[in-house]
């Protein structure tokens, strides 16, 4: 079995936020492959559904970012899952918007629930997808950009990386988490690269005007 949990705060006012992408990422697998009985149980609004012939429990903590190890200690207790077992699904200010990166431990680095997880579960070697949100520009305010909501032109980056952690959780759940960093890494990677030689273009372009 696997549990899957994607980080974001409760509540209307949140829903549509950056830093609201691991809800987004559970309700797009919810869309796809179906979650009948959903409840509230562990902290958490909870489903289960079969992704590959796999039992898999898809979750969103009730408890607020920064405490979503309290939800997902009591997730995996209930459970008796595994480490390997466990997914979790957040957003990331230090990844070029719309890629994605999936490892099978390490850091929070700058992100407090992963902080308040890892500290609670006490070990850090599970697998987390990280969605690239971008860096607050210019004097944005770091608050301000992660409870911001995405203009259109982002949200269709974001939208694509969902379709991308949809696709990634399916390899996971086959027990190819390799596979999903080759394919779906890789794509992060292009991204970035894409998203360089657009801005040289066109500084390039203002160079000539």
């Known amino acids: 079995m696997y549990i899957v949990v994607g980080l974001g705060n409760p509540g209307r006012e949140y829903a549509k936020t950056r830093h609201n992408i691991g809800f987004m990422a559970i309700d797009k697998l919810v869309d796809k492959y179906g979650a009948p009985n959903v409840k509230k149980a562990h902290r958490a609004i909870v489903g289960e559904t079969r992704i590959a012939g796999e039992r898999v429990v898809l979750a969103k903590p009730q408890t607020f970012m920064n405490l979503s190890g309290q939800s997902v200690v009591e997730l995996m207790n209930w459970y008796k899952a595994e480490h390997s077992e466990l997914v979790v699904i957040c957003d990331d200010i230090d990844l070029p918007i719309g890629s994605i990166r999936i490892r099978e431990h390490g850091s929070a680095g700058t992100h407090n629930g992963m902080r308040n997880i890892i500290y609670l579960l006490g070990y850090d070697d599970f697998t987390r997808i990280r969605v ?78």
Not at 169 to 178: A, H, Q
Request: charged share 35%.
């Open 132 to 209: 690239g949100i971008g860096a607050a520009g210019g004097e944005g305010n770091l608050i301000s950009h992660v409870l911001g909501t995405p203009s259109d032109d982002d949200m269709k980056l974001l939208d694509a990386a969902l379709d991308d952690v949809v696709g990634s959780v399916e390899l996971i759940c086959r027990g190819d988490v390799s596979k999903a960093q080759a394919l779906y890494n890789k794509k992060g990677r292009t991204l970035k690269r894409e998203r360089e030689r657009a801005k040289e273009a066109a500084e390039e372009m203002r160079t000539e005007e």
